[in-house]
Structure formats: C-alpha cells, structure tokens
C-alpha cells in the first residue's frame, strides 16, 4: 500500500508542476554583433519585468523562459554596442519565439585634450 501511494504523490507532485508552467512561452534565439560575431555577456530583458536572459554560450544564444502569454517588448544590450528595444513581440502558449538579433556597434566620438609633439635628433658626436 505505501508503494501505491508513494506513486501517487509523485504523479500528483509531477502534474501539478507541469501546470504551473502551462500557459507560458520562451522567447529565444541568438544575439551577434554586424560581422556576425555572438556578443556573449550581451543581455536580453523585457523592460520593467523581472525576465531577463545573459547571452552566455559561445554561439550568442539566449533564452527568456516563463513568459506568460502576450505581448512584450525586448531590449537587447551589450557593452559598446548600441542598445535595439523589439516592441510588440507576440510570445504564444507552450511556443518559442524566435528572434535573431544584430546589434551596431555604437559610434564613440574621440577627442584630443592635447598634443604634445618631441622632435627627437641623433647625436651624432663620437667618444
């Protein structure tokens, strides 16, 4: 008898985890730089929410997991790069969204607070 019930917390256990991520979707897929290079340490998030995704394999990928079916934007960022925000991205029930993302790298303006020039001679003197 111990082992019937046992087997039946365990099936009650299991099914009554599988609802609790019912309903949600994932929003996935690769995060590269313009010569596609993958920009890992990039960051994926939906603004103002607690889903957030660290691009972390070699190959750029990345995945926002538990997103409750809707609409969401996307803000992708990465150091030296210019930010992208994907608005209106629809994410479906039990689905993956793909999305394939390409950040410019951010133009930075270089300015000079001085110069300093040498002029170097040769002594040409012997000893």
Do not use: C
């Not at 009554?16 to 309903?23: D, E, H, P, R, S």
């Not at 996935?28 to 340490?41: H, I, Q, R, S, Y």
């Amino acid at each position: 008898m111990t082992r019937y019930r046992a087997v039946f917390i365990v099936s009650f256990l299991l099914a009554f985890a599988a609802t609790l991520w019912a309903g949600t979707g994932i929003i996935g897929g690769t995060l590269k730089n313009e010569w596609g290079d993958p920009l890992v340490g990039g960051i994926a998030r939906v603004p103002g929410q607690q889903y957030l995704a660290i691009v972390g394999h070699r190959n750029g990928s990345y995945e926002l997991h538990g997103l409750p079916a809707g609409i969401y934007d996307v803000l992708y960022e990465h150091a030296a790069y210019n930010s992208l925000l994907l608005r209106n991205v629809e994410v479906g029930e039990n689905a993956i969204t793909e999305l394939h993302v390409i950040l410019n790298l951010a133009e930075r303006g270089v300015s000079v607070v001085d110069t300093v020039v040498l002029e170097l001679t040769a002594d040409t003197t012997a000893l």
